[in-house]
């Protein structure tokens, strides 16, 4: 069986960590909200660009623009208060204020996507990680969250309109990490077709 190595262990430490603190401080609905994406996206890396980071600018291009997408939507949230409308809907043990809205969603997030996309250029594993969680949770998983929200709030929340464009930049996120993930394999097969087929057989 192959070894995973360090990143996938630190990785998978920090992400545990990461559950239970988003548990304890924001709440349970949440952590519903992101775990799956987060599993999701450690076994997707596992299994492509963890063994074969990714080579090409043009999944740099569309991963910096579904950023600016994310700033955009923020903009509808915080515009509107998203955080009164979440904290009417599932009232979390630590209220969220303008002033959490803007540190972890304004801030903390946006820097870790932009260390991703520093990840991708660098071909750093970690980096390389963050671009499948970001198609998968701030892109999907919010998409979907906001197409339940009106339905749980009983009329428009915040961050409604500008939520397509999410789903619509995840899918296009995820089919551009598929098609320069078999280019890769194509590539490293012509190079060593031995090592290729190992490498698929151990992931």
């Known amino acids: 069986m192959r070894k995973l190595g360090t990143a996938p262990l ?3 430490g920090a992400l545990a960590l990461f559950i239970v603190l988003t548990w304890v401080y924001v709440g349970g609905t949440f952590v519903i909200i992101v775990f799956l994406p987060t599993v ?3 076994v997707a890396w596992l299994r492509t660009t963890y063994p074969h980071p990714i080579r090409s600018e043009r999944v740099v291009v569309v991963y910096l623009f579904a950023i600016v997408v994310q700033f955009i939507h923020l903009s509808e949230e915080f515009l509107n208060r998203f955080w009164d409308y979440y904290n009417t809907m599932f009232s979390p043990p630590i209220p969220w204020d303008e002033r959490f809205f803007t540190a972890l969603f304004i801030i903390a997030f946006p820097l870790l996507f932009i260390l991703g996309a520093i990840g991708l250029l660098t071909r750093n ?5 963050i671009v499948w969680w970001f198609a998968l949770g701030p892109n999907m998983a919010n998409f979907v969250a906001h197409l339940v929200f009106p339905f749980l709030y009983g009329g428009y929340v915040p961050g409604l309109w500008t939520a397509p464009l999410h789903g619509a930049m995840s899918l296009l ?6 098609v320069h993930h078999r280019e890769n394999l194509r590539a490293a097969r012509q ?3 031995g090592r290729v087929v190992r490498t698929i057989a151990e992931a």
Not at 125 to 129: A, D, L, M
Not at 173 to 178: I, N, S
Request: proline share 10%; charged share 10%; aromatic share 16%.
């Open 10 to 12: 630190v990785l998978g």
């Open 125 to 129: 594993p970690f980096g390389n990680y």
């Open 173 to 178: 996120l995820l089919r551009t990490l598929v």
């Open 40 to 42: 999701v996206a450690f």
């Open 191 to 193: 190079q060593d077709p």
